[in-house]
């Protein structure tokens, strides 16, 4: 059977600036890859150098068949120190835009991926409310040089990310920096203390959590009064969450703590974008790990690609008509056939999402090419496109042909 998606619906990859563009020396991150004991398995360094090579690898997402890309703007490199603002990092991303428009990208934009500058981070970063002001003059700032040119804009990439990790288990209740010391060097060679210093991702879960809230419902109105005319969202981690039985209790605490509070302000945005990779299962106690039998990925969780379907009917069954886009889903392997067989079967679950009337919109890729998985290094490879680490050559795999062939025709054969 073959299905065909609504015309107009779109087909894009993603990327995040940390993990492509090289150099980002401005940035908490570099520093903490850098600290003394560090848990990242290898420093980000030239990553895929895409702040130079962009303009190849936006001609060559296009040559696969995709109509957009998804890509963040830097913070630490346009503001990097505070309320200095580069006027050359803003032409840069502008640079950037353009050359997606000039071969028929829409540039799908995302304000704050994972990454600040190393000054906010130092500061406070976003487990400090106060600091939520520091994000939106950023904001602010930015939109009024690119608003313009850009189709789709989120606020936070996975604003949630860090309640998630703490309600299945993967990261302690204080988040990675309460028990890992590398967090403390990296701070106090820098000037701060453990206390203070906040970066996103290792910081404490639940302030996070609630001032990445507020960051995101304030950005989205600042973002929507620049020059421009374009849907504003945030996106969400969000994993396929199940209760073996007698865990619902616990499934549905999980839920509340990590996606409800997002999904429920996304009913003022303009649509709600998903991100999924996999399933978490709950017991009565908490989060149970992998089931026997279930292969077991590379980031250690389970290949399990219907999670898609299941985090789309969740969230449009909280987030109530507001449009969906998949803003990110895929796997990170070496075997590109499984990337292929795991592609097929989200996409049939999205299929029977969108058949059952839900109102999804888009699907972006994650990722465009092999790229910096954060503490992983460059170990998972979730690229439709690999990367020679020597020679910064691309090359693509079968399933980029596979589906930028789905892209074009915007059709699927099931
Ligand atoms: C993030 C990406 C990351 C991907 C794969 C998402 O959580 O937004 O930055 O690379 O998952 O792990």
């Known amino acids: 059977m073959s299905y065909g998606f609504p015309e107009g619906f779109v087909w894009g990859t993603a990327t995040a600036a940390h993990q492509v563009e090289g150099n980002n020396v401005g940035s908490d991150f570099w520093l903490l890859e850098h600290a003394e004991g560090t848990l990242f398995r290898e420093p980000s360094g030239d990553a895929c150098d895409h702040f130079h090579r962009y303009p190849q690898d936006i001609a060559l997402l296009k040559q696969l068949g995709f109509g957009a890309y998804r890509f963040s703007l830097e913070w630490a490199r346009i503001e990097p120190e505070e309320g200095r603002f580069s006027v050359a990092a803003l032409d840069h991303y502008r640079r950037m835009l353009a050359s997606c428009h000039e071969h028929g990208v829409k540039p799908c934009v995302t304000f704050h ?78 000037g701060s203390t453990l206390e203070r210093f906040g970066p996103f991702l290792l910081g404490d879960p639940m302030k996070l959590r609630d001032t990445m809230l507020e960051a995101h419902v304030r950005s989205r109105d600042v973002i929507k009064s620049g020059p421009g005319s374009f849907p504003v969202g945030v996106t969400l981690a969000m994993q396929d969450y199940q209760a073996v039985p007698g865990g619902e209790a616990q499934r549905d605490r999980a839920r509340a703590e990590s996606f409800d509070p997002f999904l429920e302000a996304a009913r003022k945005d303009d649509f709600v974008g998903v991100q999924t990779y996999s399933r978490n299962r709950f017991d009565a106690n908490g989060p149970i790990g992998p089931e026997d039998g279930v292969p077991v990925l590379i980031m250690g969780y389970e290949l399990w690609p219907e999670a898609l379907e299941h985090t789309i009917r969740y969230a449009a069954s909280v987030a109530q008509g507001v449009p969906i886009y998949v803003t990110e889903n895929g796997i990170g392997t070496t075997d590109d056939a499984q990337r292929i067989d795991y592609e097929r079967r989200a996409l049939a679950g999205m299929v029977r999402a969108m058949q059952d009337g839900i109102d999804v919109r888009g699907y972006f890729y994650w990722s465009l090419m092999d790229n910096f998985e954060w503490l992983f290094g460059y170990g998972p490879q979730f690229g439709l496109v690999a990367v020679d680490r020597e020679t910064q050559r691309r090359t693509p795999k079968p399933s980029a042909e596979w589906l930028g062939a789905i892209a074009r025709a915007n059709a699927i054969d099931l």
């Open 113 to 190: 991926h994972f990454t600040s500058p190393r000054w906010f981070a130092l500061d406070g970063g976003f487990e400090d409310r106060a600091n939520v002001d520091r994000f939106l003059r950023f904001c602010e700032r930015t939109v009024r040089h690119l608003g313009d040119l850009i189709d789709t804009a989120y606020t936070i990439n996975e604003a949630n990310l860090t309640a998630t990790l703490a309600a299945t288990g993967v990261f302690p209740k204080g988040g990675l920096k309460s028990v890992a010391s590398f967090v403390k060097h990296a701070a106090e060679r820098h």
